[in-house]
């Protein structure tokens, strides 16, 4: 049973970093063909792919997010972070973090995690 966990603070200052781990349980981060990916969805509307780490730890993020984004992992850890940099409260939502096999829909999820970006 794959499992995964979103960890990190709940409260962000506008202008800091917005930092998240996910920790995945019952299964590797480099298992073959799997892409980690982190999403997020701001109260009131639909859901916003954020970006991926791939299983060989090749990243792919959101063009309207690229600029500020980065994802990392620790495989010793089964962990994967988000970095989401300068926010402003339109950041805020519920970031949740998932995997997904190839091509295929997002399969596991983590339970999701508020963030709140506020002065």
């Known amino acids: 049973q794959v499992q995964l966990q979103e960890s990190g603070p709940g409260l962000v200052k506008p202008s800091q970093t917005l930092s998240l781990t996910c920790t995945v349980s019952?299964?590797?981060?480099?298992?073959?063909?799997?892409?980690w990916s982190w999403i997020r969805q701001p109260p009131g509307k639909g859901l916003e792919w954020i970006g991926y780490?791939?299983?060989?730890?090749?990243?792919y993020y959101s063009p309207s997010l690229k600029s500020r984004t980065s994802i990392s992992r620790d495989t010793s850890k089964n962990q994967f972070t988000l970095q989401l940099s300068s926010v402003t409260p339109e950041d805020t939502a519920v970031y949740y973090c998932?995997?997904?096999?190839?091509?295929?829909?997002?399969?596991?999820w983590g339970q999701g995690t508020q963030v709140t970006v506020s002065s």
């Open positions: 998932a995997g997904s096999y190839s091509d295929s829909s997002f399969e596991h």
């Open positions: 019952g299964g590797s981060i480099t298992t073959n063909y799997y892409y």
């Open positions: 780490i791939a299983y060989s730890g090749s990243t």
